[in-house]
């Protein structure tokens, strides 16, 4: 595709759902990152693949939160037992091989009730 | 502790005005520093991007300053216009990995006719 895409752009959850967020990169972008942005701020990194390979997940905030990208392309991230703090936009972003710019999608606006 | 701090926190302008937004960062070792503009409902899209050598860097009406020496940027727009309105966002990049970003909280401006 021409850019990274996210699905779904708006999501509503009841507190205790599970959700789960998909995102496309671009196509042969090697490296796929998560961001959570909360309201006002800017994106807080989550977590890192290269590939398959998630090479960072330091800043997940708590084991609730799951990301994978088993064929080294989409990715999804799951919260589990979804809590009001997880409201906050979850963009994602890719980067071709040795590169040094990010490609963002347009994020996913999760809002748990 | 690695931050990036941005001024103002928002910023209303007329439009065909010019301004300043600036970014501080405590970030080390430095490998990149660049300038996102987020639109509503977007993901964040590069402006610019400066390396450690680079002191300014020109992007149409868009040009960014960078002091290695002082680890302050600064933004400058000339001769706003209304579709500049958004979150202006300054993010770092450590050198080690390539993969460590440090986001600013952003600047939200506003340019009204």
């Known amino acids: 595709g021409a850019g990274v895409s996210q699905s779904p752009r708006y999501k509503v959850a009841k507190r205790g759902q599970d959700v789960a967020l998909r995102c496309d990169p671009i196509?042969?972008?090697?490296?796929l990152f998560w961001y959570q942005q909360a309201l006002g701020q800017g994106p807080e990194f989550l977590t890192y693949?290269?590939?398959?390979?998630?090479?960072?997940k330091s800043g997940l905030p708590s084991d609730r939160f799951f990301a994978e990208r088993p064929e080294g392309s989409v990715s999804t991230l799951k919260i589990q037992r979804t809590q009001q703090e997880d409201s906050a936009v979850y963009l994602c972003?890719?980067?071709?091989?040795?590169?040094?710019?990010?490609?963002f999608g347009p994020g996913t606006r999760l809002t748990v009730l | 502790k690695n931050q990036v701090e941005q001024s103002p926190q928002s910023l209303i302008i007329l439009e065909g005005k010019n301004c300043t937004l600036q970014?501080?960062?405590?970030?080390?070792?430095?490998?990149?520093l660049r300038w996102y503009k987020q639109d509503t409902g977007r993901g964040p899209v590069s402006l610019t991007i400066?390396?450690?050598?680079?002191n300014t860097k020109s992007n149409g009406r868009y040009t960014a300053t960078l002091d290695a020496d002082t680890k302050q940027s600064s933004l400058h727009i000339t001769a706003s216009q209304l579709s500049d309105s958004a979150s202006y966002i300054c993010?770092?990049?450590?050198?080690?990995?390539?993969?460590?970003?440090?986001f600013g909280t952003g600047t939200s401006l506003t340019v009204i006719p």
């Open positions: 972003a890719s980067r071709l091989a040795g590169g040094n710019e990010q490609f």
């Open positions: 196509s042969g972008h090697v490296s």
């Open positions: 693949f290269q590939n398959e390979a998630q090479l960072d």
């Open positions: 970014c501080n960062y405590t970030v080390s070792p430095f490998s990149n």
């Open positions: 400066m390396t450690f050598s680079e």
């Open positions: 993010v770092v990049t450590v050198t080690n990995t390539g993969n460590q970003f440090y």
